[in-house]
Nanobody, 125 residues
Framework: VQLQASGGGLVQAGGSLRLSCTAS????????MGWFRQAPGKEREFVAH??????????YYGDSVKGRFTISRDNAKNTVYLQMNSLKPEDTAVYYC?????????????????WGQGTQVTVSS
């Protein structure tokens, strides 16, 4: 599966952005989807994960974004979204979407097999 992330930009603190990640190639139904971010000089950080299994859908979030960010998807469009509200300057980073299956720890980047190219989010104070 190939992933294409978009929607980044410059926003003032307190504002909102919605990132999109569209999959092509194999359908991503059945893939777990995640968002990570990486700020300059820092390690890649887990942001959010959306799990598909046969019977339910579950979402997980990193502690720093809980209550502000929401991950969702549109299967008809093969797209996963990250709605980011109440943005802070510390949210500034390149945001990456990722896809994987059967991962043990959803917050570990190593568990994801496919990655998008990243989209820059800059939050000004």
């Amino acid at each position: 599966v190939q992933l294409q992330a978009s929607g980044g930009g410059l926003v003032q603190a307190g504002g909102s952005l919605r990132l999109s990640c569209t999959a092509s190639g194999r359908t991503f139904s059945g893939y777990d989807m995640g968002w990570f971010r990486q700020a300059p000089g820092k390690e890649r950080e887990f942001v959010a994960h959306l799990n598909w299994n046969w019977s339910e859908e579950m979402a997980y979030y990193g502690d720093s974004v809980k209550g502000r960010f929401t991950i969702s998807r549109d299967n008809a469009k093969n797209t996963v979204y990250l709605q980011m509200n109440s943005l802070k300057p510390e949210d500034t980073a390149v945001y990456y979407c990722a896809a994987g299956r059967g991962m043990v720890r959803v917050s570990a980047a190593s568990g994801y097999a496919a990655w998008g190219q990243g989209t820059q989010v800059t939050v000004s104070s």
